[in-house]
């Protein structure tokens, strides 16, 4: 029963920090019609940027301005490499394309920087843990939970009652209607990277904390299961994208707390185990999880 | 209402106007008209015709269809049109309805209201709830439905929610972009009413339409387009008993009396 109970609120955690990656997706592919596979990399900067810098400005100071740098950084590459000449509804297939290539330019630069090192990120909670009744949890996935919480509850906030919220939603909708309500589609479009990237410099911190061993080359491909999960969701619901990370994230710590008893699926099946979470939801529901093609009378 | 009448009573002149598609089709060639200040003028014409695509010119919108003004002026009141992007237009006090209703289906009443307001940037709550109150004046309907996804009204509450969405921006000259179409003849009527009353309030309109006989009821001044240049124009009530309007538009036998409830335009 503790088994399960550990299990449990291992996935929460890891779910609750992929959300903050697939909410990361949705948001871009929401603005901008594009499947951001540079969002690997821009989580590997974030991470990188905090453990380079945590030893000067402390953890706190260093995650601060990682997040900032990362959310420019994003913010830059599409407004400076994406939104390229004409503002083109139809050109997201080819800024997708394009993303491929940023996310090797970077992976490529990052993953020379950082070597074979194991990098610390200085992080406060290091490897303590604390009982809560009858489970045992690492103070690192308690921080995760919470600190991931309120993040997304503000993003949600955001999506509500802001004017970019709004014209965020409704660009998603409709491109030209929106045009015609005055919404500066370009702007939005780039503050919706920098709060995806922002939102994946966060992550970062909690990806690479205990009881990970800390920042490696591979870790930006930790982003590639958040993919499943905003796919999951509909890849257009932020409310998707959170449920999507859920159950991945449960489906990753059950398969990897019941391994043994797993062992005809052969070893490693976990990492597997959100792809097939995926195939399986879609068999389903073609749409996603929330991903209706939204009732329409006409 | 705005609160602040200009110096000078603002006019869209179109001049001269050239649009091209794709860098090779041409859609207008040399297309001038002008709505005066409360005006209504109507924009008639076939489909195919470009009125669309005037509307598109004025509203900025025309890059999003990979077209182009390849000539002549587009100005309201002293602010050049021609050539800016749909913010400017929306600033000056040019909203269009687009043609086909486009409300945000997944997004409430509610929001879909508030999102016209959003090109005019921060406003005082006070001025926002006061545009909403004047578009629940208008239709009364949807302040029943705030909450309800604007894809769950019919097709005529879509289109009234598509006009109050556009007077949330407290537009001066309102582009309506063919109101009429998929609607049954009561809520044309309807729909007729309401344009005369916004115009009545001190908002200029240019109407395209292709039903001929609302557009012509509503209208002073009125242009034929036909592919591409102003065929006809005159003052609307003339324009309705040329015969070729009333053949080609009206759906009329040339010298029968023109029925009340004016049929589609016949292409």
Partial sequence: MTGLLDNLLNGLALGSVYALVALGFVVIFKASGVLNFAHGSLLLLGGYLTAVWHDDLGFAGALALAVLVTAAVAGALDRLLLQRGEPDPHAAHVQTIVTIGIDIVLVTDLARRIGGDLLSLGDPWGDSVRDLGPVTVADSRLAAVVVSAVVIGAVFALFRFTAWGLSLRAAAEDVEAAALMGVRLSRVRALAWCLAGALAALAAVFLVAFPAPGLERTTGQIALKAFPAAILGGMTSPAGALAGSMLIGLTEALVAGYQSELHVLGEGFGDVAP?????????????????TKGAARV | MPASPPAEEPALHVEELDVTYGRALSALRSVSLTVPHGGVVALLGANGAGKSTLLRAVSGTLRLHRGAITGGRIRYGDTALDGRDPVAAVRAGVVQVPEGRRVFAGLTVDENLRSGGLGLGRRSPALVRAGRERVFAFFPRLAERTHQAAGLLSGGEQQMLAIGRALMAAPRLLLLDEPSLGLAPLMVHRIAEVVREINAQGTAVLL??????????????????????????????????????????????????RPSDAGQGVA
């Fill in chain 2, 208 to 257: 395209v339409e292709q039903n001929a006989g609302m557009a012509l009821s509503l209208a002073d001044h009125a242009h034929v387009l036909e592919v591409g240049e102003v065929r006809l124009s005159g003052p609307a009530g003339e324009l309705a008993r040329t015969d070729a309007v009333r053949r080609l538009y009206l759906g009329e036998e040339t010298g029968t009396d």
């Fill in chain 1, 275 to 291: 792809y097939a979470v995926m195939v399986l939801v879609l068999l389903v529901r073609p749409t996603g999880l929330f991903g």
